[in-house]
């Protein structure tokens, strides 16, 4: 029998699929993504570390939606923002992979390589190395909590008679809440960054 011209089963595959199993039901396991591919579970063994690689493909995946030459700008305040709006539409797309991939370790040598130039973007701009992970971290909560936020019915609070100050409160913030509330948690993390600078000056 002659081989198939297209290969059955390759890792962007395997990404796909586990993206797709994670997007219908917030989980995946091998076993599934090898009956999707209509392979052994075995085959599929063959191009990744077991669950821990397919997880790291789909961090891959979805972190190459997030435009690292941001991190190139000037200043560094500037390059912080548009790489955390760049982070927050890239995770915005995917809002199930959040919690599949923010309580697994970050091995994808990709995905490293960004997070060390936002690490030297920061020491270079005068951070000092004990504030660096926490800022990191700080903004990483801001970004994937309103990514979720994007995903959410925009009413998320359905106000009654017995609490008219929450319904006059929505009323006026109108459409766009969880854009107005990721620019109002942004500028103040940027506010409290600079500060930092100013402390350590």
């Known amino acids: 029998m002659a081989r198939p011209r297209t290969p059955l089963l390759d890792r962007e595959r395997i990404a796909t699929t586990a993206l797709r199993l994670v997007a219908e039901q917030g989980e995946f396991s091998v076993p599934q993504i090898a009956r999707a591919l209509g392979v052994q579970t075995a085959s599929v063994y063959h191009h990744v570390d077991g669950r821990a ?7 891959e995946r979805v972190c190459a939606g997030i435009a690292d030459e941001t991190l190139e700008l000037e200043p560094w305040d500037r ?9 927050r ?11 599949l991939l923010m309580t697994t370790p ?22 000092t190395r ?4 926490p800022l990191l971290t700080a903004l990483e909560n801001l970004v994937l909590g309103s990514a979720l936020d994007l995903a959410a019915p925009e009413a998320m609070w359905e ?19 969880a854009d107005a ?13 600079r500060s930092l600078l100013g ?3």
């Open 199 to 201: 402390e350590a000056g």
């Open 89 to 99: 539409a890239s995770f915005a797309a995917y809002p199930r992979v959040i919690p």
């Open 53 to 59: 690689g397919v997880v790291e493909l789909i961090r």
């Open 159 to 177: 106000p009654s008679a017995d609490t008219p100050l929450l319904a006059d409160a929505l009323a006026a913030v109108g459409p766009g809440r």
């Open 106 to 127: 970050v091995r994808a040598p990709r995905v490293l390589a960004q997070y060390e130039r936002a690490v030297g973007m920061l020491l270079a701009a005068g951070f």
């Open 79 to 87: 390059a912080m923002e548009a790489w955390a709006r760049s982070y």
């Open 181 to 193: 509330a990721f620019d109002q948690g942004l500028a103040a993390f940027l506010t409290y960054a």
């Open 130 to 133: 004990d504030r660096v992970m």
